[in-house]
């Protein structure tokens, strides 16, 4: 498990080495800002708070994110925690700065999470539609990541809140971004505080293989570092990966504890220079050892549905052991462990000492692409998540969920929760505010509709802006009772108050 306490000092350093020409002021200003918003505030583990901010900025440059995110990161719980508004924060770090710390607390609100399955999936789509911009996605993986890593010292009713919110919503979407290192921590973190003897029965279980393989492993390895040199397979890396253990408990499910069925306990890893190089060091493989049959997996021609690409293999090695291997570019490498969040790491380019060049010139190409067809503002708006694009999320003040159609009004609201609240609304208010009924509501917003048990039936100028189906319908069909009834009592030479 990763540190989790990093000194300024330690992120700078990191900076200094992952950006060319960093905006290292910048980053000491938007640090001394969070030190003096926080300052005093002690978090339950007993550190400094400033230490959370730190550690969430420190896991941003690691992942290679673009400067403003770092600072971000900094600034994140700034806004909630002091008197340092988001305006202070614009006026500060300017626009882009502001919109990500702004998106981060709007997405602090708190929400009644009930853990169905049906309910969970609406809530994965509002976190990715408030979210807006997928770098705001980012820093909540790496807030929620070093909160995990200091649930310990939460009450026992909030680890298990946390950890089941991280397993159900953060995980998944982790995994649909195709970010699978960011997953894999979230699933493993939280399955320890989930379900502990499980937990400790993987943890053992891998402890015992390591032991036992680790040397037959390594000199697998060694082996075949030789077989790629004899084949000119260059710039090659070979290593082994251990399975996680999230990722081990379901699969010892999926085939009933039966352990000799998972083949990929510890896999070889070989990450090489390009696709070519790929097959190659495939065919050298397939020529020295037997493959199983039916486990040979070719995700570089048919990559998965998140992008994920690879080869694997799992082959009857010499000393009679079956292992996985997973063969690889750098770049589908980085794509894999950071997924979506590969395209934007490094984006200023930099650091090129330790790094691949082969893989700088692939990405460059990828970014000259993009460069080539949007201009800065049009790159922004590429980041943003449009999938949900056409939905928007409200909350009841009670925290529930409320999924609507873009351009819906609390009268739409008001039918979702039920049709006698739609018939007999009056007002509400949105955000605490009064609001008339015609308002546009946004995701985000909390909306409380005003009823009055008097009012007979819904006013049929709501029809000129309710904008989903049911709501309409509703509408409709009670104004034409009302006509009905109002026809009705004409006839029967009764007088009766008009109202709506
Ligand atoms: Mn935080």
Redesign the pocket.
């Known amino acids: 498990m990763p540190e989790s306490t990093y000194s300024f000092k330690q992120l700078e350093n990191l900076v200094k080495k992952n950006y060319t020409n960093p905006d290292l002021d910048l980053l000491r200003r938007a640090y001394q800002v969070a030190l003096g918003a926080h300052q005093g505030k002690i978090r339950l583990t007993g550190e400094p708070f400033i230490n959370?901010?730190l550690a969430?900025a420190h896991r941003l440059a690691e992942m290679g994110l673009h400067i403003n995110v770092v600072v971000a990161g900094l600034l994140?719980?700034v806004v909630e925690d002091s008197e340092f508004g988001i305006e202070n924060v614009r006026e500060i770090f300017g626009d882009d700065i502001a919109s990500l710390v702004d998106s981060v607390t709007k997405l602090k609100r708190n929400v009644n999470y009930r853990g169905v399955e049906r309910y969970a999936e609406n809530l994965r789509k509002m976190f990715l539609a408030m979210a807006s911009d997928v770098r705001v996605v980012f820093m909540k993986f790496a807030?929620r990541l070093?909160?995990l890593q200091t649930l310990y010292a939460q009450p026992k009713h909030k680890q298990e809140r946390i950890a089941r919110e991280s397993l159900e919503i953060y995980a998944p979407i982790a995994g649909r971004l195709g970010m699978s290192e960011i997953k894999g921590e979230l699933e493993d973190y939280a399955f320890a505080y989930l379900q502990p003897k499980e937990y400790e029965r993987m943890k053992s279980i891998m402890d015992i293989k390591v032991r036992e393989k680790g040397a037959y492993v390594s000199r697998t390895i060694d082996l075949v570092e030789k077989m790629l040199a004899e084949a000119e397979i260059e710039n090659s890396q070979v290593y082994g990966r251990v399975k996680r253990l999230y990722s081990l408990f379901k699969k010892m499910k999926k085939y009933s504890d039966d352990l000799d069925k998972i083949y990929d306990l510890i896999a070889v890893r070989i990450v090489v220079s390009d696709v070519e190089d790929c097959y190659a060091a495939l065919g050298v493989l397939h020529q020295k050892w037997r493959p199983v049959p039916g486990r040979i997996k070719d995700y570089i021609a048919q990559p998965k549905p998140n992008g994920y690409q690879s080869l694997h293999t799992t082959m009857f090695t010499s000393e009679g052991e079956v292992v996985e291997f997973q063969i690889r570019t750098q770049e589908m490498h980085e794509l894999s462990e950071y997924g979506v969040a590969a395209h934007w790491r490094y984006k200023e380019g930099s650091g090129e000492q330790e790094r691949n060049m082969r893989w700088m010139e692939e990405l460059a190409q990828i970014q000259k692409e993009l460069a080539s067809k949007k201009d800065f503002l049009e790159q922004l708006e590429y980041m943003k998540i449009d999938v949900f694009n056409d939905r928007i999320f409200v909350f009841t003040p009670q925290g529930d969920v409320i999924d609507l159609p873009e351009g819906a009004t609390p009268v739409d609201f008001a039918y979702a929760i039920h049709s006698k609240v739609g018939d007999k609304c009056v007002a509400c208010r949105v955000n605490d505010v009064m609001r008339n009924l015609d308002t546009k509501l946004t995701s985000g917003d909390i909306v409380e509709i005003v009823t009055d048990k008097n009012r007979k039936a819904p006013n049929p100028d709501w029809l000129k802006f309710a904008r989903t189906r049911h709501a309409r319908k509703k509408i409709k069909d009670a104004t034409r009772n009302t006509i009905k009834g109002w026809f009705a009592d004409v006839l029967h030479g009764r007088e009766r108050a008009k109202k709506g």
């Open positions: 959370h901010p969430v994140h719980d807030d070093h909160n």
